[in-house]
């Protein structure tokens, strides 16, 4: 089974960086797609960026645009999220997941929570 462990987060003030780190573990990791999501207790999982595990190719949500850098280490079986000039309401808990498809195909890890405040 393959196991996600996401770290990196704290409190950041507004402004602020950030790189959040998503390591998996497991024999039956060989995802098309890595992908980065955040929750906050008001909002569903929403997508935030995303990378071809093969060529690297990526994209990300619009608000993320010029923001969020997406990179990974195949090597290492780790993906990296970059966030730059953090605001209050990039406050989330950041989880990372493979995808087939629209298919989500690993169980979630715990996330790591990012508070961004003064």
């Known amino acids: 089974q393959v196991h996600l462990v996401e770290f990196g987060g704290g409190l950041v003030q507004p402004g602020g960086s950030l790189r959040l780190t998503c390591s998996a573990s497991g024999r039956d990791f060989d995802p098309d797609l890595m992908y980065w999501f955040r929750q906050t207790p008001e909002k569903e999982r929403d997508f935030v960026a995303g990378i071809d595990w093969r060529t690297g190719s990526t994209h990300f949500a619009e608000d993320a645009i010029g923001r969020v850098t997406i990179s990974k280490d195949r090597a290492k079986n780790t993906v990296y999220l970059d966030i730059d000039n953090l605001q209050p309401e990039d406050t989330a808990v950041y989880y990372c997941?493979?995808?087939?498809?629209?298919?989500?195909?690993?169980?979630w890890g715990q996330g790591t929570r990012v508070t961004v405040s003064s």
């Open positions: 997941n493979g995808l087939r498809g629209a298919t989500i195909l690993y169980p």
